[in-house]
């Protein structure tokens, strides 16, 4: 048997053995998907991940074969309404545990991205519809997914989804490092561009024993190192930073350390600091700036230690690159970008 058939055969075997707990998977444990019908809990979940760009007529007849007792669509979508949406994370953990990740020494490289879908047209639906623009005159709908992906194993590893409209890409990699489950064999590294970096982020991942290497923009930096300390020059220090959310230096528990105070205004989310209140959170950083081009440089901040070298921090940032083109995969040749339902759940 080649890869791609264990591969396939693992996939089955995950579903068929969630079909023993298929009460913890529907909306009424005690009534949907007891019978036994064409459209069964393990079929449903199976068409479903199986579907492609064709109409659903089309779809069904790949699936089930030239058959005069092959359901119909209104079938599927009635099955399809009594299912949980917990069971795709459950089933993506699942497959995934199958498989020993490569590992980059003992770091497993983890890229953080996120792409943008379009869905049904719904004017009526005022979180993912925009306006009709340049782009189109009827308007259209977004979602935003935002994942995590394990490059040397090519696997998506958790998503969090958000209607096109509040789309929030701090809020949801802080969600995902909160949920991600850190293992003794391996330390976890999540690799993440421009509009990722934030203090909050910082403080989960560190919080949950998670390294980090985050592009930034100058504005970003200048604003983390301060005016005194940013230089056109290579930069590769550690630094600690007291956040605050109060403009009083008297407030101050440690006055001697005063360059190091950054104070978050109301706006900005911080999880370990609500809006009032007088405490303070210290955050130990390493942030790296190296010339790209004449002229040119990029600016990474990570909790990597210092035994990781410079031209490590860029091998895995260039790792980055990876969820870019298995999004383009994802999208074009496995059809994800080909939605069958007309409705938002």
């Not at 795709?88 to 199958?98: E, G, I, M, Q, R």
């Not at 189109?136 to 696997?155: C, E, K, M, P």
């Not at 005016?227 to 630094?239: K, V």
């Not at 403009?247 to 006055?255: E, M």
Request: aromatic share 12%; charged share 25%; with cysteine.
């Amino acid at each position: 048997m080649n890869f791609s058939n264990q591969v396939k055969a693992l996939l089955q075997q995950d579903i068929e053995s969630m079909a023993t707990l298929r009460h913890l998977f529907v909306a009424h444990p005690d009534s949907d998907m007891t019978r036994n019908r064409k459209i069964n809990f393990q079929s449903a979940l199976s068409f479903i991940l199986s579907m492609e760009k064709d109409t659903m007529d089309m779809e069904l007849l790949k699936f089930y074969g030239l058959s005069k007792k092959i359901p119909t669509p209104s079938a599927f979508y009635q099955q399809r309404q009594k299912l949980k949406t917990e069971l795709f994370p459950y089933l993506l953990n699942l497959f995934n545990s199958h498989f020993p990740p490569k590992l980059y020494g003992d770091i497993l490289p983890i890229a953080c991205d996120g792409s943008e879908f379009n869905i049904f047209l719904d004017p009526g639906n005022p979180d993912t519809y925009f306006e009709p623009n340049g782009k189109s005159n009827r308007g259209f709908n977004l979602i935003h997914v935002t994942a995590l992906y394990d490059i040397l194993n090519r696997q998506y590893l958790d998503a969090v989804i958000q209607p096109g409209k509040k789309k929030n890409e701090y809020k949801a990699i802080c969600e995902m490092a909160d949920q991600f489950q850190c293992k003794k064999q391996y330390k976890p590294l999540f690799i993440a561009d421009r509009g990722f970096g934030s203090y909050n982020f910082y403080a989960h991942a560190i919080r949950n024993g998670i390294f980090f290497l985050v592009r930034v923009k100058d504005l970003n930096a200048l604003r983390l190192l301060g005016a005194e300390d940013f230089q056109s020059g290579d930069i590769d220090i550690s630094l600690e930073r007291i956040l605050t959310r109060s403009h009083s230096k008297k407030k101050c528990l440690q006055p001697d350390k005063g360059n190091e105070y950054r104070c978050l205004e109301a706006n900005v989310n911080f999880d370990f600091l609500p809006v009032g209140s007088l405490g303070e959170y210290t955050l130990r950083l390493r942030f790296v700036r190296f010339q790209i081009a004449d002229g040119a440089y990029e600016n990474l901040v990570t909790n990597l230690p210092e035994n990781h070298s410079l031209d490590n921090l860029k091998t895995f940032y260039h790792l980055r690159w990876n969820i870019e083109t298995s999004f383009s995969h994802l999208k074009h040749a496995i059809s994800a970008t080909s939605f069958h339902s007309k409705k938002y759940k």
